[in-house]
């Protein structure tokens, strides 16, 4: 079980942006085991990573907040959060980028209880600063992302705070 390869995370992690006072609007599909409303006007982005879900940004063209609401198919396994947590860092670190974790909590989203972890990312263009939340459910293992400056991370982490409160898995 993968999400984003490290390169194509390391892309997606140089768009940076402001995440302002946002209405959300209900977004299903019925490929998808869970409902999420999310910020109006946001941009649905295909980064080409094989992986399913729902990623989205603020903008066109950087500066851009990123959130990405990702799943897969257990096809059988045991994964965990921690052990999911591991091959996240480690894929930062094959980059280059160095990853410094600044907080872990247990957390519920919908009925799903999971773990989130923050971290602090340094990059050749800079810092950014990412939430991550690994849940396992019955049939899949769960990853909700954001991304952004730190300067805008505050603010962003409120949208993504009323993003996560919306999920409802079928």
């Known amino acids: 079980m993968k999400f984003a390869r490290p390169a194509l995370l390391l892309t997606a992690l140089s768009l940076t942006g402001i995440a302002a006072a946002q209405t959300l609007v209900t977004y299903s599909d019925p490929k998808l085991p869970f ?4 910020p109006q006007g946001w941009l649905g982005v295909d980064f080409k990573d094989g992986t399913s879900g729902v990623s989205i940004v603020s903008a066109k063209a ?12 257990k096809a059988g396994g045991k994964p965990t959060p921690e052990g999911e947590f591991k091959k996240f860092e480690a894929g930062i670190k094959g980059t280059g980028a160095t990853v410094k974790q600044t907080a872990s909590r247990t957390m519920k989203i919908g009925a799903l209880s999971g773990v989130e972890r923050s971290y602090t990312l340094t990059h050749p263009k800079g810092q950014l600063k990412m939430r991550v939340w690994y849940g396992v459910g019955a049939k899949n293992l769960y990853s909700f992302q954001l991304t952004d400056t730190p300067a805008r991370f505050a603010q962003a982490s409120a949208t993504f705070d009323k993003v996560l409160a919306s999920v409802k898995f079928k």
Request: zero cysteines.
């Open 35 to 38: 409902t999420v409303k999310l």
């Open 62 to 73: 950087p500066p851009a907040t990123l959130m990405r609401l990702l799943f897969v198919d």
